[in-house]
């Protein structure tokens, strides 16, 4: 299997998770087209398309997935959040992450499990994914914290949004208003929060660690993958348009 990732950022949001016979895609917030071109024209092993929340940079190109025809699956609150994205006659599917066990969704060989995440969404979620190939998935964005640890994880797709010193440095500096400050701690992921996250979860088997939706003014992503590799001793990637990495089970 392969990830692939159109793009990771404020500025749109979109990954390929695919292998000769299967395709999942991750958010619709990049124009199709990227998408089409990293599927290499085949549409036909698409399985699906999971969306997070009904931001536009995650949710905003929703239409352009709907109207291939692709199979959308996002929470009802992200679907009525998402309403002025959607102009299709092909709509997404709602799906839930219960208090209690949680929904299951087979999308061809992979397995889907939504958990909640915490953003200033309606209905936001994050999914465990699960393939054969992949063992299991952990794809966390847009949340300040994890409220949930994992089991049998093999590869991380993690929001590191900011670190919280260059965001402090920036009101100071008056570069950016306080309310944006609170506001991005709110709803996003920090550097220490996401290293916390991970070193809450088993990494044992864990073949990447990718850092997805690093921002461009409050983050350092050199820095984060450097802290990051040396907290957990694994092999740490910075999401940019373009990236493929080989998402397997075993280390190759
Ligand atoms: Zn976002
Ligand atoms: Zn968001």
Known sequence: MELTVIGS??????????NAGEALLLEAGKPFKHTLAALGG???????????HEHGDHAGRISEVLNYAVPVFASQGTIEG??????????????????GGYERLNL???????????????????????HEETGGILFATDTYYLPCTFKGLSNI?????YDPDIL????????????????????HLSYYTCLDALRA??????????????????????????????????????????????FNKTPF
């Not at 570069?175 to 991005?184: A, M, S």
């Open 108 to 130: 061809g060989g992979f397995t889907v499990i939504p958990f909640p995440a915490k953003h200033d969404a309606a209905e936001p979620l994050g999914f465990y994914i699960w």
């Open 201 to 246: 979860n088993d990494l044992t088997a864990v073949n990447n660690i990718v850092l997805i939706h690093i921002s461009d003014g409050n983050g350092d992503g050199v820095a984060f993958r450097e802290g990051i590799a040396k907290a957990t001793g694994k092999t740490v990637h910075i999401a940019k348009p373009g990236l493929k990495i080989k």
């Open 157 to 161: 797709l993690i929001e590191c949004n």
């Open 82 to 99: 998402a309403e002025k994205y959607i102009r299709s006659n092909y709509q997404p599917n709602a799906i839930r992450a219960g208090a």
């Open 168 to 187: 402090a440095r920036r009101v100071a500096d008056g570069d950016i208003p306080e309310v944006l400050q609170e506001r991005v701690r709110r709803s």
């Open 9 to 18: 950022s404020s500025e749109g949001n979109s990954y390929v998770l695919q």
């Open 42 to 52: 085949n549409l036909r092993k698409v399985v699906g398309c999971l969306i997070t």
